[in-house]
């Protein structure tokens, strides 16, 4: 999808359900987003395939749900409150502005913004630093204020829960703890969709690791995520590369780091992060709070503080990234057709129900006891709203893999129409074998 057609591709996200724009009735709010009926049911299935995958079918990870604000010292151990900064640049005939590590350098002094073309010099246009931390006043009375912050990542809530974990689950080193939650950035810089929020969703695991076996772990991770979104996202590998840090671009705490990145319509950028983190946070967060958060091997007879390998993925830019890689336009006679190529675990309904003629009763009837039958199996929809022709388009611009449609040949042979969203070829299929025909064709 070409950055041109992104605006045509928010109308759809919109228009069917997927997205709005958040507080909309009051006038929106810069880089906030509501999931409407449709996305929330995605979003829902990409959690839930990856909850599935990392903790219920694994043993060696367990799952945790923190708190969205945590203490003070939280992220004074862990950096964010000195650390957690964007260096950004106004451009002075646009008034945008710019994270200065983003956009086109040329010479000593000077950028060039990436809207207006202007060359910006840094040294009458000075670089500011903003933290990206939401602070929140935690007391009841104002006078007397306790404060607290919002979770930039869901990260933190894992590392303070370390022992808790470890003592309650009694789980042996290598072992991981997933969680996905909601984070909190005050981004300057937003935009681009839902690619960079204000209020953001994570999957999150904190895997830890003997500090020897660290780097084997760190390279294991970086192939299992990258799959993950081949396999189960649906996603197609000429979208997906992967990058790897330079030294100058490592956090402070991290070893290594690779980014999982995907051509977005405004190009490459980061769809998920694998990142080395050593042995940084339970060192850290013991020394702040002054608790021993090491580790005793029996077996070894050995006391250690763990590495961590943290692989990092957003929930709205899998979400983003997953419709993108979906989003089909062609011409069918003469006419353009957009439907969404998502995978059946993946879309809002896996089928459609239609009757030919919502004024014949017993064509109603029958659709509906086929929708009744095949949602106690599957996610699907009924509606005779609109014409056939308009039911279809609906339905392809939503990703439903198939549509049924019932007509009155149905009252008598006890068949129906099934056409199917990718190449639109249609199938009488008896009644009774929907459900069958339906779960041998898994898209």
Not at 158 to 168: G, R
Not at 196 to 221: G, L, N, T
Not at 240 to 248: F, N
Request: proline fraction near 4%.
């Amino acid at each position: 999808m070409a950055e041109d057609q992104l605006s045509t591709f928010v109308s759809l996200c919109r228009r069917r359900g997927f997205l709005f724009g958040g507080s909309e009735l009051y006038g929106g709010l810069s880089s906030i987003w509501d999931y409407g009926p449709l996305g929330a049911k995605m979003k829902k299935r990409i959690k839930d395939i990856w909850w599935d995958e990392y903790v219920e079918k694994r043993e060696d990870i367990v799952g945790l749900d923190s708190s969205i604000i945590m203490h003070e010292d939280v992220f004074r151990a862990s950096g964010h409150l000195e650390g957690f900064n964007d260096v950004l640049v106004d451009c002075p005939k646009c008034k945008r502005r710019f994270r200065i590590d983003k956009i086109e350098k040329f010479g000593t002094n000077l950028y060039r913004c990436p809207d207006c073309k202007t060359e910006i010099d840094t040294r009458q246009q000075k670089p500011r630093t903003f933290n990206l931390m939401f602070k929140t006043n935690m007391s009841a009375i104002e006078e007397t204020p306790v404060y607290g912050y919002l979770r930039p990542e869901t990260a933190q809530g894992i590392f303070v829960n370390f022992m808790n974990v470890l003592n309650t689950t009694h789980k042996k080193i290598p072992f991981g703890i997933a969680q996905i939650g909601k984070a909190f950035r005050n981004e300057v810089t937003t935009g681009s969709f839902i690619f960079r929020m204000k209020e953001f969703e994570q999957m999150e695991i904190e895997y830890f690791v003997r500090p020897e076996e660290a780097m084997s772990a760190y390279e294991h991770w970086v192939k299992n995520r990258l799959q993950f979104y081949l396999e189960h996202m649906g996603i197609e590998e000429s979208n997906l590369r992967l990058r790897e840090h330079g030294p100058d671009e490592l956090a402070h705490y991290a070893k290594a780091c690779t980014d999982i990145e995907f051509r977005f319509p405004f190009g490459w950028s980061e769809l998920e992060g694998v990142a080395h983190r050593a042995d940084f946070d339970l060192r850290e967060h013991g020394r702040v709070s002054k608790k021993d958060l090491s580790y005793f091997d029996s077996v070894k007879e050995e006391r250690f503080v763990p590495n961590v390998i943290e692989p990092s993925s957003g929930v709205d830019r899998t979400f983003f990234a997953v419709l993108c890689n979906a989003y089909r336009k062609e011409e069918v006679k003469g006419r353009p057709r957009v439907y969404l190529k998502l995978k059946d675990t993946l879309a809002p309904f896996r089928a459609a129900v239609f009757p030919l003629l919502k004024k014949e009763p017993q064509l109603v009837e029958l659709a509906k006891n086929i929708f009744y039958d095949i949602k106690k199996s599957m996610p699907a929809v009924y509606d005779d709203t609109a014409s056939i022709g308009k039911l279809y388009r609906r339905q392809d611009e939503i990703g439903t893999p198939f549509c049924i449609t019932v007509d009155m040949e149905s009252l008598s042979d006890r068949k129906v129409t099934v056409r199917d969203r990718d190449s639109m070829a249609q199938e009488r299929v008896e009644i009774d074998r929907v459900e069958e025909y339906l779960s041998e064709r898994r898209k």
